[in-house]
């Protein structure tokens, strides 16, 4: 009976490893491209950095870029660049603690470093992307190498003191601060994503980052959390951004920013959430939106699921779980939804979302005359 228990034990232990082996694996993309990404950091000379005593200190960002590559190239990127200085920052940031910093070294995704952009097409649709309160665009890898797989640029913005933990110029570390207001820490992000845009439209002409061929003309923006209703910002307030999906970013106004007084977006808009209920007046704002609002209910969620931690949890079960079936769901109308609104996908394309969970679409105005 004790060797039977030992060998019970050590295949136990031998399933778990498998398993979060299994698990600190991303989850394949479902495009045909493979997949490259390049770091930056830049500065905005215009603006001020508040979060520091110098007056001199200047804005600085950092963006992480995922876009389509060719095949072979590039070297295999780490989940989280410079990992070693990164985890250290993370566990001293108190976001992420100390195991979980340390499990990061062994996540596995499926870009590449510094590859060859895929020459095939001349532009590619470009998507902003804002993560959430005090976690790093990182841990959004999964969504950004599926929509680069696509033929997507994603630029992925770490937003200095509001993220976990990000490495800026001449390598200091801005690490998470807890000193602004929801409303406060939206407009500093909404500053950062136009910057961005300067930025990359400045890029672009020079033919600097990605032999311009990010679409400046085709410009989504998405976000989770705080991100989400920053991207609701950005697209009221830029005229350069075409569509706008808030991953579950709630605020006074609802998912449509941090004031009850905030307008709906003219640009096509996308609220992917947990949430199964909505409120009269959020849902007379949708109403009121009329068309080009979609409305994505995914109940299994929890609002952890729509970044990538929860993929990682480790657990003996090798197999598909809730946060593997969540992703699988967000991942497939975050595509879809972009597809419709900037490559002018038929509207049929949110209805060919592979469901492994129950999911509630709902396309506005819902009465129609």
Request: glycine letters at 8%.
């Amino acid at each position: 009976m004790k060797r039977i228990a030992a060998m019970a034990l050590l295949a136990t232990l031998a399933l778990a490893s498998i398993a979060t082996w299994v698990h600190l694996e991303l989850p394949a993309p479902t495009g045909p491209h493979s997949v490259g990404r390049l770091e930056r950091v830049w500065t905005d000379s215009e603006r001020s950095e508040d979060h520091t005593p110098d007056p001199s200190d200047r804005r600085q960002v950092g963006v992480i870029v995922w876009y389509p590559a060719v095949a072979g190239t590039g070297r295999p990127a780490s989940y989280l660049p410079n990992p070693d200085e990164m985890v250290e920052a993370l566990a001293a940031s108190g976001e992420v603690n100390f195991l979980a910093a340390q499990g990061l070294r062994w996540v596995r995704g499926h870009a590449s470093s510094d590859a060859e952009i895929d020459r095939s097409q001349p532009e590619y649709p470009l998507v902003l992307l804002s993560p959430g309160n005090a976690t790093n665009v990182e841990f959004y890898g999964s969504m950004a190498e599926d929509l680069a797989s696509n033929g997507y640029i994603v630029v992925g913005v770490n937003h200095p003191y509001q993220v976990a933990a990000t490495r800026l110029a001449e390598e200091a570390l801005a690490l998470y601060q807890e000193d602004l207001s929801v409303p406060a820490k939206v407009e500093e992000r909404y500053l950062d994503l136009r910057f961005v845009i300067d930025q990359l439209a400045q890029e672009t002409s020079a033919g600097a980052l990605l032999e311009g061929r990010a679409d400046l003309d085709s410009i989504g923006v998405m976000g989770h959390s705080n991100g989400g209703l920053t991207a609701v910002e950005l697209c009221r307030g830029e005229p350069r951004v075409d569509a706008c999906l808030n991953i579950d970013g709630q605020a006074a106004g609802g998912a449509f920013g941090t004031s009850p007084d905030d307008e709906v977006p003219e640009q096509p808009f996308m609220f992917l959430t947990k949430e199964e209920t909505i409120h009269e007046e959020l849902a007379a704002r949708f109403e009121a939106g009329g068309e080009g609002g979609y409305r994505v209910v995914i109940p299994a969620a929890s609002h952890d699921d729509f970044a990538d931690g929860s993929l990682f949890v480790p657990s003996i079960w090798p197999f598909a779980r809730t946060a593997d079936k969540v992703n699988q769901v967000t991942r497939g109308f975050v595509n879809g939804f972009f597809d419709l609104t900037l490559k002018v996908a038929p509207q049929t394309v949110l209805g060919e979302v592979s469901a492994a969970t129950d999911v509630y679409v709902y396309v506005y105005p819902l009465v129609r005359t």
